[in-house]
T-cell receptor, first 113, second 113 residues
Framework: DGGITQSPKYLFRKEGQNVTLSCEQNLNHDAMYWYRQDPGQGLRLIYY???????QKGDIAEGYSVSREKKESFPLTVTSAQKNPTAFYLCAIAPGGANSPLHFGNGTRLTVT | AQSVTQPDIHITVSEGASLELRCNYSYGATPYLFWYVQSPGQGLQLLLKYFSGDTLVQGIKGFEAEFKRSQSSFNLRKPSVHWSDAAEYFCAVVAYNFNKFYFGSGTKLNVKP
């Protein structure tokens, strides 16, 4: 949406498998974020990256991993260590830099059975 | 620690009626505050933001919000609700270092014909 693309829209995996969610942006912004959304819990920050080759843990990083090898890409891997992986995952960027509102992708709904 | 509270999980209003969604925040300094809207299965769209200055801010789709420092509130209002406003609404505050946004748990708005 508007320069930030998440794929796929829906993802299904068996328990015990790792799965990688894609987030790509073509707006040349430095800061990228991953959030997890569960019903009634709002959005919780998983990881964020302010610059290529650097990222920080958010509030719920356990069971997740990320990489930031390219400015335009910030993939999220949900590992088998994540106890409750089924959720809606949102990627965001901050187009205006510091203080600016987040701009979100359309999300990926992951279902693990 | 920063936090955002949206006390109403669900709200139902009749089409054409006025709307007020409540948001209270906990933050040690002057906050940067936002309201987002989310349609089912979609990402979040920014409705409006408050950084400083006039405490009544106007947003898109006819929404406005008022910042009241004394009450630590940032309530969202709309004079006349349309059926297309049915969605989930999130209030958010950004921390001083601009890296972490804190979201409320959301308010689902239903609009009766």
């Amino acid at each position: 949406d508007g320069g930030i693309t998440q794929s796929p829209k829906y993802l299904f995996r068996k328990e015990g498998q790792n799965v990688t969610l894609s987030c790509e942006q073509n707006l040349n912004h430095d800061a990228m974020y991953w959030y997890r959304q569960d019903p009634g819990q709002g959005l919780r920050l998983i990881y964020y990256s302010q610059i290529v080759n650097d990222f920080q843990k958010g509030d719920i990083a356990e069971g997740y991993s990320v990489s930031r090898e390219k400015k335009e890409s910030f993939p999220l891997t949900v590992t088998s260590a994540q106890k409750n992986p089924t959720a809606f995952y949102l990627c965001a960027i901050a187009p205006g830099g510091a203080n600016s509102p987040l701009h979100f992708g359309n999300g990926t709904r992951l279902t693990v059975t | 620690a920063q936090s955002v509270t949206q006390p109403d999980i669900h709200i139902t209003v009749s089409e054409g009626a006025s709307l007020e969604l409540r948001c209270n925040y906990s933050y040690g300094a002057t906050p940067y505050l936002f309201w987002y809207v989310q349609s089912p299965g979609q990402g979040l769209q920014l409705l409006l933001k408050y950084f400083s200055g006039d405490t009544l801010v106007q947003g898109i789709k006819g929404f406005e919000a008022e910042f009241k420092r004394s009450q630590s509130s940032f309530n969202l209002r709309k004079p006349s609700v349309h059926w297309s406003d049915a969605a989930e609404y999130f209030c958010a505050v950004v921390a001083y270092n601009f890296n972490k946004f804190y979201f409320g748990s959301g308010t689902k708005l239903n609009v009766k014909p």
